[in-house]
């Protein structure tokens, strides 16, 4: 199949965007932007060139302050951290199943709609671009997306048929979107056939993240753009922060199954100068929360459950989860939490 299928709003099954399951925005949070801007002319490396850092706190209630400065400095890239993930060889997660697609379609997320508008500045477009949604779900994300176009299309791939089919049933149809049924690491499109695409919420179910990232530079055209938009994981520092990564991914796993895990920014960006494209513009941003209970915090009941471990059998790994992530105060039938989680948006571009 070397075209799209050409099934408007039809068939994908790569999905990968699942592992945030409850995400509604907050009124306590707020979101802090570490914005990382290389000369889009620069070498193929990340460290060591020029950036522009962009730090910007967006409130709740609207009120953005922006800090915009500019200064060199050297982009540590932590400890080697290569994962292979790709959603779906052999393994059916409930992203197959068609009650759980319709309902992971109705939730709805203050902090997902923030992250994707930033993608799609991240994408830069002119309107008129051919754009690949990896592991594309019920097209959550390729709506802002295809609102920006003006000619162009976005063609969304996946292999779980029960999210494609959700998104094809939307009583408000997404504009120029097109739908095909596929692996992330084996597209099924010509080479060079695509201006611009993006994974989002995905790349940490990927078994085979590797082999998904030299599939996009293959159909993407020489000069394209990539954005990787995923949650990310504190560098691990030290032993005890290792130990705390492999409990989180252990108990995500036991819902997400076993190709479940967490990255850092640092391996993505790894992920991606491996494959071959340089990397102009990477961000982080984090959003903090100071509430009762989960609700509204993506993937939130997970994260408890790693406290509620660590507090009973792993105090060493309590009090760093505490330092890295969010703080925990449990009074009668309720938990007070307090913390930040961290996304990176990261752009990799097909060299010329």
Known sequence: MSEEHKHKHGHPDDHEEHAHDDEHSHGHSH??????????????????????????????????????????????????????????????????????????????????ADLAEKLVEMLVLQGDERILDVATGTGRVARPVAKRLKG?????????????????????PIPAYYQSAGEADALPFKSKSFDRAFVSFSLHHF???????????????????????????????????????????????????????????????????????????????????????????????????VAQEVENHAPELAARLKKNYFSWHSHGDHVHVKGSFSYALICGVKPD
């Open 207 to 305: 078994h085979n993240s590797e082999g998904a990232v030299k599939e996009v530079l293959r159909v993407l055209k020489n000069g394209g753009r990539f954005v990787v938009l995923d949650p990310v994981v504190e560098e691990a520092k030290d032993s005890v922060d290792i130990a705390l990564e492999a409990k989180i991914n252990q108990v995500f796993r036991r819902t997400h199954g076993n190709d479940f895990r967490f990255h850092t920014a640092s391996s993505i960006q790894r992920l991606l100068t491996k494959a071959g494209y340089r990397i102009p513009r990477t961000n982080i941003l984090s959003y903090s929360f100071n509430q009762e209970g989960m609700d509204g915090i993506p993937t939130g009941q997970h994260w408890l459950e």
């Open 152 to 172: 162009g299309k976005v063609i969304g791939v996946d292999q779980a048929l029960a999210m494609l089919d959700v998104g094809h049933q939307h009583a408000d």
């Open 31 to 112: 979101l802090h932007d570490h914005s990382h801007e290389h000369d889009p002319h620069a070498h193929d490396h990340v460290h060591g060139h020029e950036r522009e850092h962009t730090h910007d706190h967006a409130h709740e209630h609207g009120h953005r302050h922006s800090h915009d400065h500019q200064h060199t400095h050297d982009h540590e890239h932590g400890r080697a951290h290569e994962h292979e993930h790709s959603h779906g060889h052999g393994h059916k997660t409930h992203f197959h199943d068609p009650q759980h697609a319709a309902e992971f379609d109705r939730r709805t997320s203050g902090i997902r």
